[in-house]
């Protein structure tokens, strides 16, 4: 068969099941549903008109390659219908349940459903919903649901009661119910659990009296509070320390243990806020137990022995038994009535019920990341990685350690908890203290300009800051409980958050300058620091790096970008410009802007309304057709007086307010933004091309459309239409755009790589794989527009796989990818799709559909003359490559040579790294003769039988080295410097990229030759 022929169409799945008993069955279960929960008459007639409507769902739409039943995507579906039609639909529904409203919990419990699991299916379900739910109760019905909202709340609960339960185990004696034979031995047990859920209520009663915004840090600074309650007054035999010997409380004076000095230090609290907490939790206590406080210095009881009294109140008889059971009703209560069904879940099933409707599944990974920025330690797919270990106090990797905030002298596992609160102590150690004004070097910059913009600069920061940082924001969408009873608490945790975001802001621009200005060999940055876009993206960059600390739940990315005007791909422009001029940014707020701008470069860039578009129809003017039938330019940028009056802020100096809501800003050239004109006015487009690099890796390898020299960071922002600084003729628009390119391509190989190895696939099929993936990107680039990097790598995957005749099918591609830490199941279940319908008398509509039939209807009929130049029969050379370019593509690179994953510290006193090991690369390295050699941790030589026995054999060889060459030495692990393994991995041969690093020695490695 010829290439021209070849059968590179993927069949179609069966038809789902779950329809063979005929829609009336169906209907029926979701009838008996509502009737299970007493829906009044009018939400059930709303949820099954819902129903109905969106019944075709399960017929024609279920997924083929899910790993879950029709059965239980009915149950899925059913309950994600009732759940959005009593929360959307309450305003007409008259008609109540007495037992109160109908949440999300009781919906889950009717349907037999897990929370972990529900959560897990709720991106495809809303993205197959969207548009029978728009028509039923308007566009804005996702963010009415807050469904997102509710997601974080959901884990970052988890994540605080593992935190409690750790804490809890840790300092007291716990026993098994269950397994307490003898009478005492269950009492003692049943106390023990009675105090840990004693505890977990009145850290609830404190979420809803003090805590209206939830975040992370302030969550767990009352869980911290609720733990020094509990060893104040949990009798002394269930401790599981001794006070006075413990490593636990280490703040200690001749009065003895400073109680909350030791937890501030054990947790890294503040030992300000942590007091605060303790007397709000002290006045719960007394309000809803009605226990009658006293100084804990004139009270003699053994549990307050060898601890400092100075400052601390005790309760006689808070958890004595009768006392005990009381408080624990009377708790229930207190949560029963402040939440009375106003929560969609009850948060006390953390503790009460986790084997049921908890579920036992972890609310992280690949199907949460589209929704809530958790924390990965697996970032194995990012194109930016940093190379910092767990374990390692922040620094730069070009430089010595400036600030060690963060004591490192042991290894303590990594949770969402510790990383939140390391992170905000770096805020409060570091950022804090700052002055919250330019200091006299930025004002000197400031003041160089052709004009003063000091004041522009101030009153810009207050106003974005402000509006961020709004009590409304915070106040409006309370978790739980009476807005106004914490009203005080959020203005004055929003202004304390707004504080340390614009002393960020100050000390980034600050060094940014400097720099720019030896570059420049200039003070005068009129360029820079006179350009809107910038200053937007340095404040969105410093405020979300803040929210990022505390966790918070209602300003999740990408608010901070929809607050401050600004696209996604606008902020791109300065994510590693931030990082670079900050040395001491902790690693996992390095991490959380990696992970920012991986989103970006995988699928927000190219959504609607990015301002990508708005460069592409520039540098790219045969794009400019589709880009606006399509609709996607973004929108002007709105002017700061727009947003003071929306956000309702003070603004008092700023110039007059225009007639419009959303004015268009001029450039530094006084031409007005307008996106959306005709291709050929260079007037809206701000693109980036400086180089892109991760904190560990500003060496890693260049392509080939790279400049060798970094340019000004004021290039970066310069209008369009202005020459590029490289001197190669081009726009900056266009320099833009091919470094977006780039940095696109890279993050394709990695992935590419990563999955290639999971499916055993050769190094040729790597390259044709890289190689299609290069021709589409710069020859079918509106393949791209409104779709994920992974759907166009997928169906990648399987076209040049039917090319080369290999027996790979379409679900064991996507089941190798569901393991990859990036999948997310709409990857391959919803792809957008604009096609003539049939209903619509032709009309273009859009759709989402998965991923077979995105392929066969899209992909193929798009990609099939680049996939037949990959089959066998033709010489697929670089030049046959270049020849078919299409006009401005740069020449086609091979596969990249990309370096190995980042290695983890693993000592806190040595520079000792371990690096895994590519499978590939073993295979490469170790030959059969010398293979016994050596030992791969995680998988045994064939000389040994497990990895310890494997680690023993190689300290034995060393031993028997050392003592055959009689040498009475240790090995000096500490020759090597943090920042030369960095340097080592940043070259694209792994050797140091500076030339000023110490030469390292080159070892003869043994090679087999390859099996003919």
Same mark, same amino acid.
């Given at each position: 068969?010829?290439?021209?022929?070849?059968?590179?169409?993927?069949?179609?799945?069966?038809?789902?099941?779950?329809?063979?008993?005929?829609?009336?069955?169906?209907?029926?279960?979701?009838?008996?549903?509502?009737?299970?929960?007493?829906?009044?008459?009018?939400?059930?007639?709303?949820?099954?008109?819902?129903?109905?409507?969106?019944?075709?769902?399960?017929?024609?739409?279920?997924?083929?390659?899910?790993?879950?039943?029709?059965?239980?995507?009915?149950?899925?579906?059913?309950?994600?219908?009732?759940?959005?039609?009593?929360?959307?639909?309450?305003?007409?529904?008259?008609?109540?349940?007495?037992?109160?409203?109908?949440?999300? @919990?009781?919906?889950?419990?009717?349907?037999?459903?897990?929370?972990?699991?529900?959560?897990?299916?709720?991106?495809?379900?809303?993205?197959?919903?969207?548009?029978?739910?728009?028509?039923?109760?308007?566009?804005?019905?996702?963010?009415?649901?807050?469904?997102?909202?509710?997601?974080?709340?959901?884990?970052?609960?988890?994540?605080?009661?593992?935190?409690?339960?750790?804490?809890?185990?840790?300092?007291?004696?716990?026993?098994?119910?269950?397994?307490?034979?003898?009478?005492?031995?269950?009492?003692?047990?049943?106390?023990?659990?009675?105090?840990?859920?004693?505890?977990?209520?009145?850290?609830?009663?404190?979420?809803?009296?003090?805590?209206?915004?939830?975040?992370?840090?302030?969550?767990?600074?009352?869980?911290?509070?609720?733990?020094?309650?509990?060893?104040?007054?949990?009798?002394?035999?269930?401790?599981?320390?001794?006070?006075?010997?413990?490593?636990?409380?280490?703040?200690?004076?001749?009065?003895?243990?400073?109680?909350?000095?030791?937890?501030?230090?054990?947790?890294?609290?503040?030992?300000?806020?942590?007091?605060?907490?303790?007397?709000?939790?002290?006045?719960?206590?007394?309000?809803?137990?009605?226990?009658?406080? @006293?100084?804990?210095?004139?009270?003699?009881?053994?549990?307050?022995?060898?601890?400092?009294?100075?400052?601390?109140?005790?309760?006689?008889?808070?958890?004595?038994?009768?006392?005990?059971?009381?408080?624990?009703?009377?708790?229930?209560?207190?949560?029963?009535?402040?939440?009375?069904?106003? @929560?969609?879940?009850?948060?006390?099933?953390?503790?009460?019920?986790?084997?049921?409707?908890?579920?036992?599944?972890?609310?992280?990974?690949?199907?949460?990341?589209?929704?809530?920025?958790?924390?990965?330690?697996?970032?194995?797919?990012?194109?930016?990685?940093?190379?910092?270990?767990?374990?390692?106090?922040?620094?730069?990797?070009?430089?010595?350690?400036?600030?060690?905030?963060?004591?490192?002298?042991?290894?303590?596992?990594?949770?969402?908890?510790?990383?939140?609160?390391?992170?905000?102590?770096?805020?409060?150690?570091?950022?804090?203290?700052?002055?919250?004004?330019?200091?006299?070097?930025?004002?000197?910059?400031?003041?160089?300009?052709?004009?003063?913009?000091?004041?522009?600069?101030?009153?810009?920061?207050?106003?974005?800051?402000?509006?961020?940082?709004?009590?409304?924001?915070?106040?409006?969408?309370?978790?739980?409980?009476?807005?106004?009873?914490?009203?005080?608490?959020?203005?004055?945790?929003?202004?304390?958050?707004?504080?340390?975001?614009?002393?960020?802001?100050?000390?980034?621009?600050?060094?940014?300058?400097?720099?720019?200005?030896?570059?420049?060999?200039?003070?005068?940055?009129?360029?820079?620091?006179?350009?809107?876009?910038?200053?937007?993206?340095?404040?969105?960059?410093?405020?979300?790096?803040?929210?990022?600390?505390?966790?918070?739940?209602?300003?999740?990315?990408?608010?901070?970008?929809?607050?401050?005007?600004?696209?996604?791909?606008?902020?791109?422009?300065?994510?590693?410009?931030?990082?670079?001029?900050?040395?001491?940014?902790?690693?996992?707020?390095?991490?959380?802007?990696?992970?920012?701008?991986?989103?970006?470069?995988?699928?927000?860039?190219?959504?609607?309304?990015?301002?990508?578009?708005?460069?592409?129809?520039?540098?790219?003017?045969?794009?400019?057709?589709?880009?606006?039938?399509?609709?996607?330019?973004?929108?002007?940028?709105?002017?700061?007086?727009?947003?003071?009056?929306?956000?309702?802020?003070?603004?008092?100096?700023?110039?007059?307010?225009?007639?419009?809501?959303?004015?268009?800003?001029?450039?530094?050239?006084?031409?007005?933004?307008?996106?959306?004109?005709?291709?050929?006015?260079?007037?809206?487009?701000?693109?980036?091309?400086?180089?892109?690099?991760?904190?560990?890796?500003?060496?890693?390898?260049?392509?080939?459309?790279?400049?060798?020299?970094?340019?000004?960071?004021?290039?970066?922002?310069?209008?369009?239409?202005?020459?590029?600084?490289?001197?190669?003729?081009?726009?900056?628009?266009?320099?833009?755009?091919?470094?977006?390119?780039?940095?696109?391509?890279?993050?394709?190989?990695?992935?590419?790589?990563?999955?290639?190895?999971?499916?055993?696939?050769?190094?040729?099929?790597?390259?044709?794989?890289?190689?299609?993936?290069?021709?589409?990107?710069?020859?079918?680039?509106?393949?791209?527009?409104?779709?994920?990097?992974?759907?166009?790598?997928?169906?990648?995957?399987?076209?040049?796989?039917?090319?080369?005749?290999?027996?790979?099918?379409?679900?064991?591609?996507?089941?190798?990818?569901?393991?990859?830490?990036? @999948?997310?199941?709409?990857?391959?279940?919803?792809?957008?799709?604009?096609?003539?319908?049939?209903?619509?008398?032709?009309?273009?509509?859009?759709?989402?559909?998965?991923?077979?039939?995105?392929?066969?209807?899209?992909?193929?009929?798009?990609?099939?003359?680049?996939?037949?130049?990959?089959?066998?029969?033709?010489?697929?050379?670089?030049?046959?490559?270049?020849?078919?370019?299409?006009?401005?593509?740069?020449?086609?690179?091979?596969?990249?040579?990309?370096?190995?994953?980042?290695?983890?510290?693993?000592?806190?006193?040595?520079?000792?790294?371990?690096?895994?090991?590519?499978?590939?690369?073993?295979?490469?390295?170790?030959?059969?003769?010398?293979?016994?050699?050596?030992?791969?941790?995680?998988?045994?030589?064939?000389?040994?039988?497990?990895?310890?026995?494997?680690?023993?054999?190689?300290?034995?060889?060393?031993?028997?080295?050392?003592?055959?060459?009689?040498?009475?030495?240790?090995?000096?692990?500490?020759?090597?410097?943090?920042?030369?393994?960095?340097?080592?991995?940043?070259?694209?041969?792994?050797?140091?990229?500076?030339?000023?690093?110490?030469?390292?020695?080159?070892?003869?490695?043994?090679?087999?030759?390859?099996?003919?």
């Amino acid at each position: 068969m010829g290439p021209g022929s070849m059968d590179v169409e993927a069949s179609n799945p069966p038809a789902s099941s779950s329809t063979d008993d005929g829609g009336g069955q169906i209907e029926a279960r979701f009838a008996d549903l509502c009737k299970e929960l007493a829906l009044g008459q009018s939400m059930e007639r709303q949820g099954m008109a819902a129903f109905k409507e969106s019944k075709k769902f399960l017929s024609t739409n279920m997924p083929a390659i899910g790993n879950r039943s029709p059965e239980e995507m009915e149950r899925y579906w059913s309950a994600f219908v009732l759940y959005c039609v009593t929360r959307l639909g309450k305003g007409e529904v008259k008609e109540e349940k007495e037992g109160g409203r109908i949440t999300l @919990c009781k919906i889950l419990r009717a349907a037999k459903l897990n929370v972990v699991a529900f959560f897990k299916e709720v991106p495809q379900l809303s993205l197959k919903a969207s548009r029978i739910l728009s028509g039923l109760y308007g566009s804005d019905w996702e963010k009415r649901l807050e469904l997102k909202e509710l997601q974080e709340n959901v884990a970052q609960l988890m994540d605080l009661s593992r935190f409690y339960n750790k804490a809890y185990k840790e300092f007291f004696l716990l026993k098994d119910v269950s397994n307490a034979q003898q009478t005492e031995d269950s009492r003692s047990a049943q106390y023990v659990s009675d105090c840990y859920r004693f505890g977990w209520l009145l850290f609830l009663a404190l979420r809803i009296h003090s805590v209206s915004h939830f975040n992370l840090v302030t969550c767990t600074n009352g869980l911290v509070s609720i733990l020094a309650i509990l060893v104040l007054h949990m009798p002394k035999h269930f401790r599981n320390f001794t006070i006075q010997d413990s490593v636990c409380f280490v703040k200690r004076s001749d009065k003895g243990v400073n109680l909350l000095a030791s937890l501030c230090d054990k947790y890294h609290t503040s030992e300000d806020e942590l007091r605060r907490m303790v007397e709000k939790t002290n006045e719960l206590i007394t309000d809803i137990l009605k226990k009658q406080p @006293c100084p804990a210095s004139e009270c003699k009881t053994e549990n307050l022995d060898h601890i400092n009294t100075d400052g601390l109140t005790y309760f006689e008889d808070l958890l004595e038994g009768k006392s005990l059971q009381s408080s624990l009703l009377m708790l229930e209560q207190y949560y029963d009535d402040a939440v009375n069904n106003k @929560c969609e879940l009850d948060e006390r099933m953390f503790v009460n019920d986790k084997g049921s409707l908890l579920g036992t599944e972890n609310l992280s990974g690949g199907a949460m990341g589209s929704c809530s920025m958790r924390w990965k330690f697996d970032a194995f797919a990012s194109p930016a990685r940093t190379m910092t270990s767990l374990s390692t106090p922040p620094h730069s990797p070009t430089s010595p350690l400036s600030v060690n905030y963060i004591s490192s002298s042991k290894l303590a596992p990594v949770t969402p908890v510790s990383t939140a609160m390391t992170t905000a102590k770096w805020l409060r150690d570091v950022i804090s203290p700052l002055p919250p004004k330019p200091s006299a070097e930025l004002e000197r910059f400031l003041s160089s300009c052709h004009r003063d913009v000091t004041n522009e600069i101030t009153r810009r920061a207050n106003v974005i800051l402000e509006a961020v940082f709004s009590s409304n924001s915070f106040g409006e969408r309370c978790v739980s409980g009476s807005i106004q009873s914490v009203d005080v608490i959020d203005r004055t945790w929003a202004k304390e958050r707004k504080m340390e975001a614009l002393k960020l802001y100050y000390r980034i621009l600050e060094a940014i300058c400097r720099a720019e200005s030896q570059l420049l060999k200039t003070n005068n940055l009129s360029s820079l620091l006179s350009n809107e876009r910038f200053h937007r993206c340095m404040l969105a960059c410093s405020s979300e790096l803040v929210l990022a600390t505390h966790r918070t739940v209602v300003m999740m990315f990408p608010a901070v970008l929809e607050v401050t005007g600004l696209t996604a791909f606008d902020l791109s422009k300065v994510i590693e410009t931030f990082v670079r001029h900050e040395e001491t940014l902790p690693r996992e707020l390095k991490r959380h802007l990696n992970s920012l701008e991986e989103r970006l470069l995988e699928s927000m860039a190219w959504e609607k309304g990015s301002s990508l578009y708005n460069s592409l129809i520039i540098a790219r003017p045969d794009l400019a057709a589709e880009i606006n039938r399509l609709g996607l330019l973004a929108e002007p940028m709105p002017s700061l007086d727009a947003i003071a009056v929306h956000h309702n802020i003070p603004y008092g100096g700023l110039p007059p307010l225009s007639s419009q809501k959303f004015d268009a800003l001029p450039d530094q050239n006084g031409d007005a933004r307008s996106p959306k004109r005709i291709c050929g006015e260079y007037r809206s487009v701000l693109v980036e091309h400086s180089s892109f690099s991760s904190p560990g890796k500003e060496r890693l390898l260049t392509f080939n459309c790279l400049r060798s020299k970094l340019a000004p960071l004021q290039s970066t922002f310069a209008s369009p239409s202005q020459p590029s600084p490289t001197g190669e003729g081009e726009t900056c628009a266009e320099t833009g755009i091919k470094v977006f390119y780039s940095k696109i391509l890279k993050l394709a190989a990695i992935r590419i790589r990563s999955l290639s190895e999971r499916l055993q696939l050769s190094q040729q099929f790597s390259e044709c794989m890289y190689c299609l993936i290069q021709r589409i990107l710069y020859q079918r680039t509106a393949l791209f527009f409104n779709r994920h990097i992974d759907q166009l790598i997928l169906c990648s995957f399987y076209g040049v796989a039917k090319v080369l005749q290999l027996g790979l099918t379409f679900k064991n591609i996507v089941n190798n990818y569901r393991k990859q830490p990036q @999948c997310k199941p709409q990857v391959f279940q919803s792809i957008f799709v604009n096609w003539p319908s049939a209903n619509h008398n032709g009309r273009m509509v859009q759709e989402h559909v998965d991923i077979i039939t995105f392929y066969n209807e899209i992909f193929i009929p798009t990609v099939k003359p680049l996939l037949v130049e990959l089959a066998p029969a033709r010489d697929v050379t670089e030049d046959k490559n270049n020849a078919n370019a299409g006009p401005g593509s740069p020449k086609l690179s091979s596969f990249p040579n990309l370096p190995d994953m980042s290695p983890k510290k693993v000592s806190a006193t040595h520079n000792v790294y371990v690096s895994p090991l590519r499978q590939s690369k073993m295979d490469a390295l170790l030959s059969p003769s010398s293979r016994s050699y050596y030992a791969c941790i995680g998988e045994s030589t064939h000389a040994y039988r497990s990895p310890s026995s494997d680690l023993a054999a190689i300290n034995d060889r060393l031993n028997s080295y050392v003592s055959c060459r009689r040498i009475n030495s240790r090995l000096n692990f500490d020759l090597v410097s943090d920042s030369m393994v960095g340097g080592a991995l940043g070259h694209p041969n792994g050797t140091l990229a500076s030339s000023a690093a110490p030469a390292t020695p080159n070892f003869p490695v043994k090679r087999e030759q390859p099996d003919s």
